[in-house]
């Protein structure tokens, strides 16, 4: 329920008819009445904003009970966030992904931002999959105009430069498991 519940409410609302706020929040009443969601109550609401480990999920009960997605959204909404110029920043990735970031550098895929974390160890931000960790040098990335922002839950997030982050704003890339340095090359020289 609560995957289901985290996918709808950064990806599909829209296109299953809700009314999405600026901020994301969704009217409880109005999830209920997709098929999907019949018969959840607010305390089974409660329970899953209070388990999610990530703290992916914000409530708000004023002046009516409200659920959002704090970061993640590929649906135009703005939650307010904190700007940041935090010392690191991590993105993980899969082996598949991690051939074509090398290159290519890091893209939104989809979303309003791309995700990060603030160490390896931080509990959101970084997918339990990733087994590629890249560091990001958030100094010139800011130099460079870049603006981080951070959710409530911690993830940092940032949209790069028109929905990139060039390699050449890569510290360095590890083997998470192993801790091995992965290469990586950039045809651009902006850092």
Request: proline residues 5%; hydrophobic residues 40%.
């Amino acid at each position: 329920m609560d995957r289901a519940l985290v996918k709808l409410l950064r990806h599909t609302g829209k296109a299953k008819g809700l009314i999405i706020d600026t901020e994301g929040f969704v009217a409880f009443d109005h999830i209920t009445r997709l098929p999907r969601f019949r018969g959840l109550q607010p305390s089974d609401l409660y329970k899953i904003v209070r388990d999610d480990k990530k703290g992916r999920l914000e409530l708000r009960a004023r002046p009516f009970l409200q659920v959002r997605a704090v970061q993640g959204h590929s649906m135009p909404v703005c939650p307010t966030m904190e700007v940041v110029h935090p010392p690191t920043m991590i993105h993980g990735t899969d082996n598949r992904a991690w051939a074509i970031i090398q290159r290519d550098g890091l893209r939104l895929m989809g979303r309003q931002h791309v995700h990060a974390a603030s160490a390896p160890t931080a509990r959101a931000g970084l997918r339990a999959s990733s087994t590629v960790l890249v560091y990001l040098n958030t100094h010139a990335m800011i130099s460079y105009g870049m603006r981080i922002v951070r959710s409530v839950n911690g993830v940092l997030l940032t949209q790069g430069d028109h929905g990139l982050i060039c390699p050449c704003f890569f510290l360095r890339a590890v083997d998470r498991y192993s801790g091995e340095e992965q290469r990586f090359c950039c045809r651009h020289h902006v850092v």
